[in-house]
């Protein structure tokens, strides 16, 4: 268990702060690329396992990080709660909650409670000595039980640093963007002074905010080269994406079920077998 905690709370900071630019220049409706006044969004995933050629179930998808939540909005459009719901003997219950501070708008505290019956906690403090810069203090109950987290924007670079108590795990990464703040460079230098990591993105038009093209270079984990394409419909969802370098591999198709919004309600993957293999399902209420 406690390796468990050790992971999440290692991959939660990167899945919260990925990037600080974005955040400061929309809100969570927008990061979300949502559409209406969203008052809450529930998301559920599930995996697909087939009983024969054409018939399937499907269950939820719950595997180490928590991947089925709800998230409360307030009226100009920020995350104030998000609700993680957990499987046990197949049904959901909740588990952690995410609290959400502001001022004026810009994000002061994030409060994380491991277990609702638990006093496990992590907590990350913001705060904005300048214009230009961002600092994330985070405490925590568990190990680690103190990180530090520094984002630096200059024009279209974004610096992002994470550092340990005593800078023994450190990380390093630049974010490059264009001139609607969308990411089109990820350079990752962990503790080093060349590149570990490199991707690459390129879009379609000045609107969509996915990447028709992304290449990545995992060259840290000796990971063969990426290319992949990505296809949308006319709500800038992707609809189809495939691998440009491996010839073997089939497009994998999406369908979509939207609700008058033009939110989607249900999204399924199909694979190269041309079967549904992952099913996705929200439920949405409006101000």
Known sequence: MKKYLILISILFPLLIFSQQRIRLNSNDIERYHLKGKVKSLKYFVYDVKYLNDSVYEIKIEDFIVPKNYKIEFNKNGYITKKTEYRSKNDSLIKKGVWLYEYDNNK????????????????????????????????????????????????????????????????????????????????????????IQDIVLKSYSDSLNPYPKITISSYTKYDAPFSIIKYIFNSNNDIIEYDSLINSDNKKNIIEYKYDTQGNWLEKTEKGGTGKIYKVYRREFTYY
């Open 107 to 194: 994000i002061k505290n994030e409060i994380y409670y491991w277990n609702n019956n638990s006093k496990d906690t992590s907590k990350w403090t913001y705060n904005y000595p300048n214009k230009n810069t961002t600092l994330i203090t985070q405490q925590s109950t568990m190990s680690p039980k103190l990180m530090y987290y520094s984002y630096q924007q200059n024009k279209n670079k974004e610096y992002y640093k994470s550092a340990n108590a005593d800078s023994s795990f450190i990380r390093r990464t630049l974010n490059v963007y264009d001139k609607k703040n969308r990411i089109i460079r990820i350079e990752k230098y962990d503790n080093l002074d060349y």
